[in-house]
C-alpha cells in the first residue's frame, strides 16, 4: 500500500522540569501528542515511533521555565497518502451514491457515484447492497471487502480521503490480486514457446 | 417481480435526485430561482422561542410542506457530494442550524440522515455537523415524552453512526461536548445541565465513542459536579459572618441556593443510576479507574467539597470487594509515597480514615489490616523523625495519626473483634506517647471520642485531662463529619446513599452500653499532666492558624447543618 512511509529522524525535544525525574517517560508523551495529527515538518500524520535517546547530556533553557532539550534519535511511521496514490481499506458502507472505506483503521475514505467506473453497478441481494462489476460477475464490492482506491485529495484536518474507483487497477484487492496472478503463467507460456 | 417493482422505484427516485442535483448545479452558475425555492421549504413558521415548546400553541405547517420538507431532506442526503460550501450556503445553514425538536418525526429522521451523510462524506462539514447534533441535545425539552424519546435515541444513533465510519470523530466531539456544557455561571441556563449530564453518561456507556473519549466525558462531568458543590456554601459560614448586609442579599440568593443543591441532587441521582448500569454492565470496574483519576484531578485537593466525593463510595457500595477495596489502597498509597506533596498526602489520608470509618460495606478485618499498616507507618516515622520540636514539621505524621484515631472512633468495637488486632494496635500506644504528641496537635473532638471509647473498651488507660464534656453532642457529631459528611442533605439521593453509611447514632449506643468510669482514674501511665495547668492545657490543645493543615481540616470536619446560599460576593446580582 503506498502513502506509508518510514523515516528516521533526529529530534531535540523539550522536557518540563517536572518530567526530570523520568526523562524517557516525558519524551513519550511529548512524541504521543504530536500521534494522528498532520505534521508538515514531517510531512505527514504520525502514526507510530520509535525512540532512542542520544545523548545524555542536556541543554537548560533559560527562561522562566527552565525546559532542557533532549536530542533523540527517533524513526516515525508516517502516513501520507499523495494525490493519485492507491490505498487499501475495509469497506465501510455502501450506498447507491458513495462507498465509505475506512483505511488503517483511523482514516475515513469517501468514493462518490461520480468517482466509481462505469463497469461497476449497485445491486442489492438480500437487502445488501453491492457494487458489482458488469463484465466479470465475480468482481464484487461487498461490506467487508478489502478495497483498493485512488486518493484524490487528502483532508489533513480530519483525516478524510477523497477517493476514486476510475482507474482499473483499483477494486477488490483479493480479486485483483488473482486476476495478476493468473496473468503470470500465461506469460511464462508465451516465453517459452518464443525462446523455443 | 418484486425486482422490478423496486427498480421502477428506483427510477422515479433517481429522476427526483437528478432534478435537484440540476437544481443545485444552476444554482451554482447563477441560476438560483429553483434554489430559491427549495431553501423556502427549509424555513418553518417561527415559533416564540422558548425553553418549554410544549407550552406553546402548535402552529402546524401545512401537511404539502412537511412532505415536501421530508423528500427534499431525503434527496439531499443522497447528493451530499452536489453541496457546495459557497453557492449552497444558505441552504447548508439552515439545515445546520436547524433545532430538530420543532420539527415533525418524519422530517426529523430524514434530517438526521442527512447530517449523517453530510459529516461522512466531505471531511470539512464534519465538525459543524457533530455540533448541530450536540446542540441539539443540549437544547432537548424537559419533558420528554415516546416520540421525543426515540428522537432522542436517533441522535445518539446518529452519533455513533458517524463515529462509526469516521473513525476520528470521536476526538473532534470531545472539545464541542466541553464546550456546550453548561456553565455554572450562567444560573439562567444551568437547568439544561441534569439533561445534558444524562446525554454525556448516555456517551460514556457507548462502544465507539465512549472507547475512545468515556475517561474525559467523565473528567468533564466531576468538574461539573465540583463547580456545583462549590456553590453551596455550609451553614457555619453565616453564623461565624455578623455583617448585617449579608441578610439582604440572603433573601435575593436564597432561590439560587436551593436550585443549585436541586440541580446536583438531580444529578446525583443519574450518575448513580448510571453506575448501577455500569456494573450490570459488567464494566464498572474501568469505570472506576477513569473516575478515580477524575476524583485525584479533581476532587482530592478540592476543599469544602460536601457531595462529589460520593460518587466514589458510591461506586465502591456497588462492588466492595474489588472496587471498595482498590479504592481504599489507592488513598494508602498516596499517602505513604513520599513523591506526593504534602497537601495530597494529608488529604487521601484523611478521605481514607472517613471512607474506612463511615462504610458499612467494608469488613471489620479489611479495615484492621489498613490500619495496621497505618499504625505502623506512624511507628516507623516515629522512630526515623529528626528532633524539630515544630508541629508544621510534621504534618503528614499528624494527619496519619489523627486519622487512625478517627478510624477507631467509629470502629473500634467492630475492628476490636478481629482476632488478634489487639495485639497489632499495640504501637499505637508508643506512637501516642511519644514526644511528638499527637494527641496534643490532632483536632480536641477526634481525640475526645476517641479517648472515651478506647476507656470504655478498656483499650488504654486514659488521662482525665483530654476529656471535654462540655463539647455539646450535636456539636461533637458535627466535627465527626470528617471529608465524607453525613447526614446526607440531597432528597433524591438519600435513599442510595444512607444505607451504606455508618452513622454516628449507631456507634454512640455501643459505647453507652459499656461501663464507663469517666472521673476517678489516676493511675496512668502514658501522661502526667496532672501537675499541669488545665488552662493553658486547653490553649496548646486548640489548633494554632500557623498549623494549616489542622486548621483546614477543623474547619472541613464542621457539619453543615442545612444548604444555604453562597454568600461570596461574586454571587451579588
Redesign the interface.
Known sequence: MEGLKLSEAELMIFIHPSQSRNVFQGICRELSSLLFQYNETFDGVLLAYDATVKSKQAKILTGLHPYFGVRVNTRLLLFDPKPKSFVEGKIAKISPESIHVIVLGFSAAVITDVDIREEFKYRVRDGEGSFVSRSHKRHALKLGTMLRLQVQSFDEEVMHIAGSLLPENTGCVKWLEKKSEEALPTDRDHKRRKLA | MGAEE?ETADLSDKALVSAIREVLASAQSGDTDQYNELVQLMYIKKKKSGDDAMAQPEVPDDVDVVAQRETLLKILS??V?CLDDVHHNHLLQLILGTRIWDHKPNVIYALLDLII?LA?????H??SCLDTLVSNLRSQPRKLDNKMLEVLSRVHAALHKIS?????AP??LLPILAQSMPSVHDKARLQVVVPYVKNLLKLENSSIIGKVVGKDILMMVMGRFRDLDSEIECDDNLQNDSSLAMFDMELDVAVEGTLVSKLLDDLMVESFNHLKSCQDAGRLDEVFENLFESFENLILNTQKLKFSQFLMFYACSLDPENCGVKFASKLLEKFLSSNNNQVTRTNAVTYLASYLARANFLSASFVASMLKRLVDECADYCRTCNDDARPEVHQVFYSGCQAILYVLCFRMRSILEVPHFQSQLTPLESVLSHKLDPLRVCLSSVVSEFLIQAKACGLFIVSDAFIFDDLSESELSRALGGFFPFPWLLEKSNSLISPHFIKRSEVKKTYEQAEVTVYGDTDNEEDSDDDVDPDNEMNKMSITPKHSVMHETERLLKMPSRISPSTSPRESL
Open positions: 423496486v443522497h447528493s457530494a451523510s461522512t462524506t466531505s471531511g470539512k464534519l465538525s462509526y465510519l469516521v473513525p476520528l476526538s473532534i
